[in-house]
């Protein structure tokens, strides 16, 4: 099983520094025919996956981004950078857990870190925090659990969201793992990377939090959220598999949104 894990890791979630940005296990994209210049803030595009219906209900719960069913394997999608999701807080979200073990003192070690204490703070220092934390951003990892994480200081996207997680909850901001794919256009070109990330709940909604990408020069990223890792008990793993089932193969006909 951890190498079927491991195996899942460095299909959609692998990368390596370079220049302190991720490189991430790229999505096939393509362009509309028409489309030319820049990405606008919101943008639109289909994307193959492999059970329409699944994706379609976990996408109708973000405002912003409209889905509709092309076939059973091919969506239509419109989106802005950072859709907001209408999900309510649940208990799972603030709770230790065995994914999210706050007691353990690797992970109080970690979190006590932050601010030194200070109850001050905006939500991406969050992420600059967890960002300078893991000193080796490595593929080459199960997905661990945040006393690991905390211990190793290595890992991938998963890891990066994992820890991001744990320290919002330490703060007690209810906090969650989302798996997805992030759409990035840089100076040189625009790619579509597997990816997971942080959402914490602050102000009455949630809130991306992306410490694997904090820093990076994208000048756009483009968050497609296809799933809560909701199970977090000692079974966490198949809960991973289906979560990662839901990814799209591939993105293409992307273009500006026509308003």
């Known amino acids: 099983m951890r190498r079927w894990l491991a195996v899942l890791g460095l299909v959609w979630c692998s990368y390596t520094h370079s220049e302190g940005a991720p490189t991430m296990a790229q999505i096939d994209l393509a362009f509309a025919s028409q489309h030319s210049g820049a990405l606008a803030d919101q943008i639109s595009f289909e994307m193959s996956v492999s059970n329409a219906n699944k994706v379609v209900e976990q996408l109708a719960k973000w405002h912003r981004l409209t889905v509709a069913k092309i076939d059973d394997k091919s969506l239509l999608v419109s989106m802005p950078e950072q859709p907001v999701s209408s999900d309510k807080v649940v208990a799972r979200h603030s709770s230790e857990t065995f994914v999210i073990d706050l007691s353990e003192a690797s992970t109080q ?18 992420a600059e925090y967890v960002r300078g934390y893991i000193t080796d951003s490595t593929y080459v990892h199960d997905f661990n659990i945040a006393s690991r994480v905390a211990t190793q200081r290595s890992g991938d996207c998963t890891e990066h969201a994992v820890l991001s997680t744990a320290l919002a909850r330490s703060l007690g901001l209810p906090a969650r793992v989302m798996v997805g794919a992030v759409i990035m256009e840089t100076q040189e070109e625009t790619a579509a990377f597997g990816h997971a990330w942080s959402e914490v709940w602050r102000d009455d909604r949630w809130h991306i939090v992306d410490s694997a990408l904090y820093g990076s020069e994208a000048k756009k990223h483009f968050y497609l959220p296809t799933a809560e890792l909701t199970k977090e008990t000692t079974g966490y793993s198949w809960a991973l598999i289906n979560t990662t089932s839901m990814l799209p193969h591939k993105i293409s006909n992307l273009q500006n949104l026509k308003l």
């Open 109 to 126: 070690d970690f979190t006590s870190g932050f601010k030194n204490g200070e109850t001050s703070f905006e939500l991406v220092e969050i």
